[in-house]
T-cell receptor, first 115, second 117 residues
């Protein structure tokens, strides 16, 4: 069975600085998706970024980028130029590549952003 | 599009009562997922449907939980009888099923916060 682990329950960063959130996962499959979701106090789950395991290039979305290390089964999220609005819970998630399937989530990291 | 709609947003009930949570997926989506979020276990899948048929219900915790999807635009998650340990946020998500390797995003509803006293 696939598992996702986030070992940092809480992180903090100063506004305009950079922060990296860690995620590791375990799977026996070679092709899959990895995601980072943001959950602000409103509870809404917002997709931040996704990575296809068959792509070697790390995904980027504006200030958000990932460091995907397939052999190490590591998938970290880097937030550059942090903003107050980035404060939220961040969840790492895994999904099988082929066909539609469920998301498997990590336990989340609470990010605080200080002015 | 209005997105995934869940009701109610908040539900407070007493132990032993029946609770029904409702979800309307995005029009045209043929996959519907129910997730539960708790402090102890995080976000976990309870059940998901494809074309109104349950595909994987291995996450349903026990017989007190049941889910139905009578048509493409409506699903319910029922807890009977409810217990304090069922207190959680319940999310519904939907996606458009695409065969093979095509990517299809799951869109989440706002969640229902359930409190069982």
């Amino acid at each position: 069975a696939q598992t996702v682990t986030q070992s940092q329950p809480e992180m903090s960063v100063q506004e305009a600085e950079t922060v990296t959130l860690s995620c590791t996962y375990d799977t026996s499959e070679s092709d899959y998706y990895l995601f980072w979701y943001k959950q602000p106090p409103s509870r809404q789950m917002i997709l931040v970024i996704r990575q296809e395991a068959y792509k070697q290039q790390n995904a980027t979305e504006n200030r958000f980028s990932v460091n995907f290390q397939k052999a190490a089964k590591s998938f970290s999220l880097k937030i550059s130029d942090s903003q107050l609005g980035d404060a939220a819970m961040y969840f790492c998630a895994y999904r099988r590549l082929y066909n539609t399937d469920k998301l498997i989530f990590g336990t989340g990291t609470r990010l605080q952003v200080f002015p | 599009d209005a997105g995934v709609i869940q009701s109610p947003r908040h539900e407070v009930t007493e132990m032993g009562q029946e609770v029904t949570l409702r979800c309307k997926p995005i029009s045209g989506h043929d996959y519907l997922f129910w997730y539960r979020q708790t402090m102890m276990r995080g976000l976990e899948l309870l059940i998901y449907f494809n074309n109104n048929v349950p595909i994987d219900d291995s996450g349903m915790p026990e017989d007190r939980f049941s889910a139905k999807m009578p048509n493409a635009s409506f699903s319910t998650l029922k807890i009977q009888p409810s217990e304090p340990r069922d207190s959680a946020v319940y999310f519904c998500a939907s996606s458009l099923g695409l065969a093979g390797y095509a990517y299809n995003e799951q869109f989440f509803g706002p969640g229902t916060r359930l409190t069982v006293l």
